[in-house]
């Protein structure tokens, strides 16, 4: 015996079916995807120093990756950071902070997935040019002057040279904008850079082929300013500028958080 379907049960049954039938004819538009925002720190911080940011552009839907930049060498460090885009299918907007801007210019070169660079406060060498260059050629720096040094042990048996910003300077040379108790927190967990890394000659130059924008931090006591508008205009970057220390991601996450943002819009086209 066939059972008859109730009115009400009829309708819902006519419904599923036209909608099924309306999906299959005219599949929505998917939306543009977020890309994925992979924040490189730089000398003398962790990845705990992108903290701020990577809150703000989670709110905004982003996926977020941090990577701990290992600070042994210009080219160890950038095929380190291309090994962590390998694993990275989305479009990335690849940013880097201070030392963090060589190693983003390197390994983006062999990185199809990158669309996008953001430099903060960042060093964007020329191919052939190196970190010493760019301070050597902008007086200003009180970099030099706050370094010590320490030797370590090396696979090979031999020693390197790790730097280190003296924690009675930190805040004064890195982040004067910080509150003090914050500031010698950042002093006590700073990462040592090996001194090779600061005068390795970068191999690459990915700013000539991928969009870029560039925070300059005003009162930068680390990288000049008048060097960061240098770089950031060779670049033909999209500039904003804040009155900041060089720890913009901390002292000005939300000033970090829209140049990213900014980035980040051109490549969905939103």
């Known amino acids: ?20 039938t309306t999906s299959l004819a005219a599949p929505a538009k998917k939306r ?25 552009l989670q709110i905004l839907g982003h996926r977020v990756v941090v990577p701990a930049n ?5 080219a160890a460090d950038s095929a ?13 907007v690849l ?32 191919k052939g040019e190196s970190a010493d260059d760019v301070l050597g050629a902008f007086p200003g720096s009180l970099l030099p002057g706050a370094l010590d040094q320490a030797s370590y042990p090396l696979a090979d048996g031999e020693r390197g040279t790790d730097l280190y910003v003296r924690p009675e300077l930190f805040r004064e040379v890195f982040a004067a904008d910080v509150p003090e108790r914050e500031a010698a927190v950042l002093a006590a967990t700073q990462r040592p850079i090996d001194a090779s890394a600061l005068a390795a000659r970068s191999e690459n130059a990915a700013w000539h082929d991928l969009p870029s924008w560039y925070l300059v931090a005003n009162d930068d006591r680390v990288i000049p300013p008048a060097a960061q508008r240098h770089m ?15 720890a913009i991601p901390v ?20």
């Open 232 to 246: 950031a205009e060779r670049a033909n970057a999209h500039v904003t500028e804040v009155d900041s220390s060089h």
């Open 70 to 74: 290992p600070l042994r060498g210009l």
């Open 95 to 126: 940013v880097g902070h201070s030392y963090g801007g060589e190693v983003i210019t390197n390994a983006a070169a062999s990185s199809p997935q990158v669309k996008a660079l953001a430099y903060v406060a960042a060093i964007v060498p020329e």
């Open 1 to 20: 015996m066939i059972k008859t379907l109730p009115a009400v049960s009829a309708l819902a049954a006519a419904a599923v079916i036209g909608t099924a």
């Open 80 to 92: 380190y950071l291309g090994s962590v885009l390998e694993t990275i299918e989305e479009p990335v």
């Open 251 to 270: 002292a000005h996450p939300a000033a970090v958080t829209a140049v990213i943002e900014a980035a980040a819009r051109s490549v969905t086209g939103r």
């Open 32 to 56: 543009p995807q977020h890309p994925t925002v992979v924040l490189v720190h730089g000398a003398f911080a962790d990845g705990s120093s992108w903290n701020l940011v990577t809150e703000r």
